[in-house]
């Protein structure tokens, strides 16, 4: 009886995952023949030289590593460029990155289903997962590599730590934005004073150096080194305060469960001073007539709503750290998904294009944060809290589909546009 006992609730939550799953690859198959959008062109461009010539994989004139390139070219010599196969062929991608949130939930939070339903209705990791870019293969290795090096060092198990390893010196080559994980795992092995399995990270690192390596010798070039300089030179006071404001705008406006949680926060809580020091976010679009000028008042005020959710996510996010931090038994969890945020957020700042699917790797540290610190606690003491969440999440999906409509025919006015010039 002890041993079914123990059992259930395992199989329950594997349960639960498997619906999840099962729900949301249905439902991509409905925008299946999607056309592809102008920023797909990357990996078909790739994945048409790879399969012309493999070598071409050292290409100097892309701008990342095309290992999607390199998977999507036998599909494309067996299937052709069929926007069906191809987005076939991308659901694991998205699947896996549920799968990933979900474990990483498990791992972080009281309850699995939360978070990753809070990261699968949103509208950025819908609509993205109805594309062929590099966005939505880099957050699932992203989360599968964190989530195989903090279940191998809880664990003592090395041989998930060098699946993830092996992991993440893939993600680094799906984007080079992969390169984050190594100071995120390095933080977690040493809050975990676990620092003999460091050593692990070096796999990665490899990696990415053979990687540099075969590159120079192929071309007498490392594409990495010249976009890392072109981003440093790109640096200046105004770009980082428009990409400041970006983050704003895109992290409460690409993911409209980020916008209820923020409203569920302050009836919950009652933190209105917190509110206060947001509402000054709110005030920029204002304030900065050379950034906001040209926008209509409409846009500005939508704009302050926005600015003031996230500045409120972000500083109810650092309140909780803080107070965490202070006491004599920190949280070590809470300081760690924290510290993954802000690292993150720092390197979109910094170095990242203002463009909304930049912003999907915020998602998962920000909902596990804010689910276990605040929502949870409030869903197992209120029942008008949990049915309230229902009623959100309900919204939320059909509001996703409707952007996910909206963009399944704006795609198509890509292929369109090139009947028409075929045809004429």
């Keep these: 009886m002890k041993i079914s006992a123990q059992k259930t609730p ?17 439902y991509n198959l409905f925008f299946i023949n999607k056309a592809f959008h102008i920023d797909d062109g990357f990996t078909i461009s790739a994945a048409r030289d790879i399969k012309t010539n493999i070598l071409s994989v050292f290409h100097t004139g892309y701008s990342n590593p095309p290992l999607l390139g390199l998977y999507y070219a036998p599909i494309i010599k067996i299937f052709g460029e069929s926007e069906i196969s191809m987005h076939l062929f991308y659901l694991p991608f998205s699947l896996l990155a549920v799968v990933a949130m979900y ?46 090096f903090i279940n191998g060092i809880d664990k003592d198990n090395k041989k998930l730590l060098f699946l993830s390893a092996i992991l ?81 705008s895109f992290t409460s406006g690409t993911s409209l469960t980020l916008l209820f949680i923020s409203a569920l926060i302050v009836l919950a809580r009652k933190d209105f001073l917190l ?44 309140k909780l750290f803080l107070s965490s931090s202070l006491k004599k038994t920190a949280d070590k969890d809470r300081q760690f998904i924290f510290v993954w945020f802000f690292i993150v957020l720092l390197f979109n700042v910094l170095s990242q294009f203002v463009s909304a699917r930049f912003i999907l790797l915020l998602f998962p540290p920000m909902l ?46 890509y292929r369109g546009f090139v009947r028409y010039l075929k045809k004429n």
């Design 10 to 26: 395992v199989l329950k939550k594997y349960k639960d995952l498997f619906y999840l799953l099962s729900a949301f690859a249905i």
């Design 103 to 148: 474990f990483l939930s498990l791992r972080f939070t009281q309850k699995a289903w939360l978070p990753t339903l809070s990261l699968v209705v949103t509208p950025a990791f819908i609509i993205m997962s109805q594309n062929v870019m590099l966005d939505i293969p880099l957050l699932g290795f992203f989360l599968a590599s964190l989530a195989l």
């Design 168 to 248: 993440s010196g893939a993600t680094i080559l799906v984007k080079y934005t992969g390169l984050l994980l190594i100071p995120i795992m390095f933080f977690y092995a040493l809050l975990s004073g676990k620092k003999k399995y460091l050593l692990f990270l070096l796999i990665p690192i490899f990696i990415f150096l053979l990687w540099g390596i075969c590159n120079i010798i192929s071309h007498k070039n490392f594409p990495f080194v010249q976009a890392l300089f072109f981003r440093i030179c790109g640096i200046s006071g105004e770009v980082i305060l428009k990409r400041v404001f970006a983050c704003l």
């Design 275 to 318: 509110v206060l020091f947001s509402c000054l976010g709110g005030l920029c679009p204002f304030l900065f007539k050379s950034i906001f000028g040209e926008y209509p008042l409409i846009e500005r005020i939508l704009l302050a709503f926005l600015f003031i959710a996230s500045s409120f996510l972000m500083l109810s996010m650092l």
């Design 368 to 413: 596990l944060f804010l689910c276990d610190s605040v929502i949870i606690n409030k869903i197992n003491s209120s029942s008008l809290i949990k049915k309230s969440m229902v009623v959100v999440y309900i919204i939320v999906f059909l509001l996703s589909t409707v952007l996910a409509i909206g963009d399944y025919r704006f795609a198509g006015a």
